[in-house]
């Protein structure tokens, strides 16, 4: 049987008759909006961005960015409260190498719409001229593709909606973007620059439900702690998968498992947790590696120490 499409008057009222309902849960699609709330005088207003990319590969040496995604918004630095989007930036560029199908499929940009196209560089600057703090949805992958492409994102401080919140704690069991969204009633078409970066707004504007403190404002808060890089050096090999689980990484290069720690606070207890489970209580050493936040979810290095367990 064949039923008639509802215009939209139609389908908001059958919506919400469904919204009312416990059995059903509504999700609509996500409708950017330009202003979160009136600024408020006197109010002391700082800009941020939202940014997101779209690359020919995961692999930083190899790959390269084909698409830049960026909001400019004000937010009040004291309650982390969302105002005006001021500048909406998006657009597309030639890498000069083919894009593999496997990553086509992912982001559904084909080689004949980059073609002899560069972003506008002059453009990316005067944006991020006057932005605070920089925030990304998994800034350990779009930050060191943006800093080989333009150095000036070294100097700005970031911030990662996925790595800088315990969303496990929050009690949410994902951290995908997509995921979260819903949670809020909100889907979207993900996957390109600029409507990752919508969905990515319309979260920092989100109350987290255990600390009932708006996503911005924790994301913030993060900027005030020293993040450390935690290298578990000579691990026992028997232990990698007692690491992983952990969420240690693999440092091929240096042949050692690493863990990013959002705050320096958290190293006492994850020393302790190494020398207990890892090192089975004997003598050992890590590198302990203190990241600010211009240089937090970057390749680069920061001061480095050795630490005796």
């Known amino acids: 049987m064949n039923l008639p499409v509802p215009n939209d008057s139609q389908a908001a009222e059958m919506a919400l008759s469904l919204a009312l309902h416990p059995d059903y849960r509504i999700l609509r699609r996500l409708q950017p ?3 979160f709330a009136e600024a408020t005088d006197g109010r002391r207003l700082l800009k941020g961005i939202v940014l997101d990319t779209e690359t020919t590969g995961l692999n930083t040496a190899l790959c ?3 698409e830049l995604g960026m909001i400019l918004f004000e937010f009040d630095p004291e309650t982390g409260q969302l105002h005006r989007v ?5 657009e597309l560029e030639d890498p000069g190498i083919p894009i593999p199908p496997e990553t086509t499929a992912v982001h559904h940009i084909t080689d004949d719409m980059v ?6 560089d002059q453009e990316v600057r005067s944006l991020l001229a006057d932005a605070s703090v920089v925030i990304a949805h998994n800034a350990a992958f779009d930050r060191p593709f943006v800093e080989q492409r333009w150095p ?3 100097n700005k401080a970031w911030v990662c909606s996925i790595k800088d919140i315990d969303w496990k704690a929050e009690g949410l069991g994902s951290a995908k973007l997509e995921y979260l969204l819903q949670t809020q009633g909100f889907f979207y078409e993900a996957h390109r620059a600029e409507m990752d970066c919508w969905a990515l707004l319309e979260l920092l ?14 994301l913030l808060e993060t900027l005030n702690q020293s993040q450390v890089r935690l290298s578990a050096l000579g691990s026992p090999f028997d232990t990698k998968d007692l690491l992983k689980a952990r969420g240690y990484r693999w440092d091929g290069d240096r042949k050692t498992w690493y863990r990013s720690l959002p705050s320096e606070n958290m190293l006492e207890e994850e020393t302790h947790w190494l020398k207990q489970k890892v090192y089975s209580g004997k003598r050992a050493s890590i590198e302990v590696e203190k990241l600010g936040a211009t240089l937090r979810h970057s390749l680069r290095q920061g001061e480095k120490t050795i630490v005796s367990l």
């Not at 001021?86 to 998006?90: I, N, P, Q």
């Open 115 to 120: 073609r002899g196209k560069r972003i506008n």
């Open 205 to 218: 504007h989100m109350v987290l439900p255990q600390s009932q403190q708006p996503v911005l404002l924790h």
């Open 33 to 35: 909006r330009h202003v």
């Open 152 to 154: 000036e994102f070294e």
């Open 86 to 90: 001021l500048k909406v930036f998006d």
């Open 64 to 66: 390269k960015v084909i």
